[in-house]
């Protein structure tokens, strides 16, 4: 399961990432993504 979250938040912080403010919005949607992961049952 930690491998799956680590693999997605890696994607995620790797893709659009060329100005600050993508890193943040990056940073942010990988956030949410690790957040859906942990409220499956």
Not at 7 to 19: D, H, Q, R
Not at 21 to 26: A, E, L, Q, T
Request: proline residues 2%.
């Amino acid at each position: 399961m930690l491998k799956y979250i680590a693999i997605l938040f890696c994607a995620v912080t790797l893709c659009a990432c060329n100005t600050v403010s993508g890193v943040g919005k990056d940073i942010e949607k990988g956030g949410e993504a690790i957040q859906d992961v942990s409220k499956r049952p």
